[in-house]
């Protein structure tokens, strides 16, 4: 180590040392029972000090996705700052945008998302330029995958729009000759993730539903309910967080086509006096989550169910004029609904049921991701 590192090794060594008694009481607990315990103190002092003279990465969030960001650095532990950036439209109402912050040699996270091309375009644009002024390294976070779930063709000529915004985020230059990197949440389709990883980016899927999941289980159900699927889609997923909880063989719903519609018409499992928590990545209409429930129901379940959706999408219901929130919350199905902030309109919606819906915090489940 260099005269810097050494100065930062010896002050983290005597912090740990030397510190309050808290402090070297939680190191001890630590590392009790490890056969080289200086070792590994002096290992941790040498990885501390090198990070500490590197400077925090800057974080871009684009419009409406500010919150992330701020949750990111607030609980970054001093590894990022928000960048500067001013925006605005020309009299032609083209955009424009000019970062403030300077860029060169730092490590860059632009934070964004989309359900419309204005946002897609704006996470694509903040992140080029982000390159063009010679960041060190780039990470697009995307919050939430507009397209994800149209990986591919149904019939001849329509458009694969996931692979479209893949091959579009992988057209930007790679920051100071290194991989451009992805973070997905809980993206719809593994295919996507195989989308930009094929373009030459790196992809990492964000769990963020599991996270939820979890925190569910232990508040709501004092870790005693049944998880459930409202679809074959994710049985695989419920299965392996069902089994990782210790809850047993979860409830898959079964859905089929009669006629021109798609109905659920059964499941597999049992959950007969149980409490059901139910989660699905994507909340739209509510009709597959609607069509879970009730078929649990009429099996015996408790009727204490939750929802737990990764992204809450809920557009606007045509036939009455409101988000399909309204439709969810008046059949009377779910008590709770838990979902993340992966679209800037979920705490609009929280703020009209607020005793329905609650909204999880993306920035503290991204940290380590990005730290990694």
Request: aromatic letters at 6%.
């Amino acid at each position: 180590m260099n005269k810097t590192n050494d100065a930062g090794a010896n002050a983290l060594l005597k912090l740990l040392r030397g510190g309050p008694d808290t402090s070297r009481l939680q190191l001890y607990e630590l590392l009790k029972g490890q056969p080289d315990a200086p070792g590994i103190i002096a290992h941790l002092a040498q990885a501390f000090s090198a990070v500490a003279s590197a400077p925090p990465k800057v974080v871009l969030p684009i419009p409406g996705y500010e919150k992330i960001a701020s949750d990111i650095v607030a609980n970054g532990l001093g590894f990022f700052e928000l960048g500067d950036m001013r925006r605005k439209n020309h009299s032609d109402g083209r955009p424009w945008q000019c970062i403030d912050t300077e860029l060169e040699g730092r490590e860059v996270v632009v934070v964004g998302g989309w359900i419309n091309d204005r946002d897609l375009m704006e996470t694509y644009r903040t992140a080029y330029n982000a390159v063009t002024w010679k960041a060190k390294k780039l990470t697009i976070v995307i919050c939430h995958h507009g397209d994800a779930r149209q990986e591919r063709a149904q019939e001849k000529g329509e458009g694969v729009d996931a692979l479209f915004a893949s091959h579009m985020f992988s057209s930007i230059p790679h920051a100071s000759g290194r991989q451009n990197e992805v973070l997905l949440v809980d993206i719809h389709a593994d295919a996507v993730l195989g989308f930009f990883q094929g373009a030459g980016m790196i992809a990492t899927n964000v769990p963020a539903l599991g996270i939820l999941i979890d925190k569910i289980v232990e508040k709501e159900f004092d870790s005693k309910c049944k998880l459930g699927s409202p679809d074959a889609g994710r049985a695989k997923i419920v299965e392996k967080k069902s089994e990782q909880l210790g809850l047993g063989t979860p409830a898959i719903a079964n859905k089929g086509r009669r006629g021109a519609k798609t109905n659920t018409y059964g499941f597999l499992g049992n959950v007969r006096n149980k409490p059901v928590l139910v989660s699905d990545d994507l909340a739209v209409s509510f009709g597959s989550a609607m069509g879970a429930a009730q078929v649990f129901r009429k099996k015996g379940a408790q009727d204490n169910m939750i929802l737990a959706c990764a992204h809450l999408v809920a557009p606007i219901n045509p036939k009455t004029g409101e988000s399909y929130v309204r439709d969810l919350v008046e059949s009377g199905l779910y008590r709770k609904l838990y979902v993340t902030d992966s679209l800037p309109h979920a705490y609009e919606l929280q703020a009209k049921y607020p005793d329905f819906i609650v909204v999880e915090p993306l920035g503290p489940i991204l940290v380590p991701y990005l730290l990694g």
